[in-house]
């Protein structure tokens, strides 16, 4: 029976590379996904103001 061959290094660093790559893409798009949830949340909470304010308004005696 024969040794098995040793892992071919310069494939082993590609792979890891890439795996590398592709956990900074996961770790963007998480970014991409927060900074787009604050952008939301931001915006609802605007709103919400803006129709208390009208709320306000609108039962205020004229």
């Given at each position: ?42 915006e ?19």
């Amino acid at each position: 029976m024969t040794a098995p061959e040793p892992e071919n290094p310069v494939a082993h660093s590609v792979e890891r590379r890439l795996s590398d790559l592709k956990r900074e893409v996961d770790a963007i798009k998480r970014l991409l996904t927060q900074a787009s949830l604050k952008r939301l949340s931001s915006e609802i909470n605007r709103q919400q103001i803006e129709l208390e304010e009208v709320e306000n308004e609108f039962h205020s005696p004229l």
